[in-house]
Nanobody
Framework: QVQLEESGGGLVQAGGSLRLSCVGS????????MGWFRQAQGKEREFVAA???????YYGDSMKGRITIFRDTAKSTVYLQMNSLRAEDTGVYYC?????????????????WGQGTQVTVSS
């Protein structure tokens, strides 16, 4: 089991930026496929971005062009850089890890999740 901890959320004005972090508890975290999802109040969890096992990146349509997912292996941390934020980006952002071979875009593929970090974008 992997312990994950997100941070970096907060309140930001529309057009602003935030960088979310996800720290993993085990050494193999650096090689695990992982992803970011978000959940707005009253809505289902939505795919945002992911790494494959060979470090290919994928982005969901809702934030594509405004986000970048990247990894710092020395810190066992995965980041989500978010720019040009909009009010509709408000929600709780979660990172998760999944076994190799499972589809990156499905939350059911992920076996471990962090507790989430709240992002609020004011218009």
């Amino acid at each position: 089991q992997v312990q994950l901890e997100e941070s970096g959320g907060g309140l930001v004005q529309a057009g602003g930026s935030l960088r979310l972090s996800c720290v993993g508890s085990i050494g193999t975290f650096n090689t695990l496929p992982m992803g970011w999802f978000r959940q707005a109040q009253g809505k289902e969890r939505e795919f945002v971005a992911a790494f494959s096992a060979n470090e290919v990146t994928y982005y969901g349509d809702s934030m594509k062009g405004r986000i970048t997912i990247f990894r710092d292996t020395a810190k066992s941390t995965v980041y989500l850089q978010m720019n040009s934020l909009r009010a509709e980006d408000t929600g709780v952002y979660y990172c998760g890890v999944r076994p190799v071979g499972r589809p990156y875009f499905s939350q059911g593929s992920y076996t471990d999740w962090g507790q989430g970090t709240q992002v609020t974008v004011s218009s």
